[in-house]
């Protein structure tokens, strides 16, 4: 493809924070500056573009945050990037500094922005894949979904300590919006007896049997991991209250993990991660790419267009949903 003259790239964060937006941010800025590109940072994501808050960054503004959660760009939910009018802001700021290049971290919601942004005013975007849920088309997994599963694990391993002590019951809440990618892989790695998520529909009726069944088999506590997009309760206190009626003699808690699992310094696979994608992102622009994610696929890095990675039902693997069901007996 032929090489593209670039002007100035900006960069931002959008949406959820997820561990490795920050080393990101640092692998997009030192790739342009290492292609003599400038480059600019934008505050709280697409609110920054519409308020006009953008920092010019050099190699030596993004040091020492390679290891640091959250984003020191700080990240927002805009809603009025949503409308044609915030759009429209967002665009005469980018004139303003004279950038004709996008590089959004972020999630579904964030991405679609980006696509929106290039698709009304020719602003060439390119999207990172940031959030914990791994719910993007096109990649195997996106920054923070690592570090959010070693997260949760850890905390899993601590309440499992407890749990057994008191011969207690635990339905441990994670995150994952629709997506049952941390309960799942959590629940494998903390070895759960059970793992509920939205991709599939276990019906109180056979947890209530697989109660049972553990309890003939020997068990004394149990986990229950319970993404906080599962469908067949209404939030994770109607299972506990469903199972308390069912089966008395259990004692029950219920633990929601919440946005510990957003925060904390990124694992070292998400941090190379992160250093991958960005440099990617920019090599992309360079080369005239735009429209598109990058993701990780087999180990390589690839691109994905832009509306089929947010189109959602980034599938579960099948074969990790019988591991888990194999191993949990
Ligand atoms: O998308 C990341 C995520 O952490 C989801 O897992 C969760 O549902 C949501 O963000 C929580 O968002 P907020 O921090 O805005 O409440």
Redesign the pocket.
């Known amino acids: 493809m032929m090489a593209n003259k670039l002007k100035k790239i900006a960069v931002l964060t959008s949406?959820?924070d997820?561990p490795g937006m920050n080393a990101a941010v640092r692998a997009v800025v030192r790739s342009a500056v290492y292609n003599n590109i400038e480059c600019f940072g934008v505050y709280k994501g697409y609110e920054g573009l519409i308020s006009d808050d953008l920092v010019k960054l050099n190699a030596r503004g993004v040091n020492n945050i390679v290891n640091k959660g959250g984003t020191i760009l700080k990240s927002a939910?805009c809603l009025e990037f949503k409308t044609v009018e915030g759009r429209l802001k967002a665009k005469s700021t980018l004139d303003k500094y004279d950038i004709d290049s996008l590089v959004v971290i972020g999630?579904n919601g964030s991405l679609t922005g980006a696509l929106l942004l290039e698709e009304e005013h020719g602003i060439k975007t390119i999207g990172i894949p940031g959030?914990?849920?791994n719910?993007l088309v096109g990649t195997r997994c996106s920054l923070g979904f690592d570090t959010a599963l070693n997260t949760a694990v850890n905390a899993i391993d601590k309440i499992r300590d407890t749990a057994s002590s008191h011969n207690r019951l635990f339905f441990i809440e994670v995150?994952?919006?629709g997506s049952g990618h941390?309960a799942l892989n959590a629940g494998i790695g903390a070895g759960a007896e059970e793992v509920l998520i939205p991709e599939q529909d276990m019906g109180l009726d056979r947890l209530l049997d697989s109660l049972k069944k553990s309890e003939k088999s020997g068990k004394s506590s149990s986990i229950i991991v319970v993404s906080?997009?599962e469908k067949i309760g209404d939030n994770v206190f109607s299972f506990s209250s469903h199972i308390e009626k069912n089966l008395p003699h259990y004692e029950i808690r219920v633990s929601i993990l919440g946005?510990i699992?957003?925060g904390g310094s990124p694992s070292s696979f998400d941090r190379v991660l992160a250093s991958r994608m960005g440099v990617y992102a920019v090599d992309c622009l360079i080369s005239n790419k735009s429209k598109v994610m990058v993701g990780i696929i087999d180990d390589n890095m690839v691109t994905i267009p832009i509306k089929d990675a947010i189109k959602g039902g980034q599938q579960l693997d099948k074969d990790l949903i019988r591991v888990c069901d194999i191993i949990s007996i």
Do not use: L, P, S
Request: proline share 0%; net charge neutral; glycine share 28%.
């Open positions: 949406g959820g997820a939910r999630g959030t914990i849920d719910d995150m994952g919006k941390i906080e997009g946005h699992q957003r």
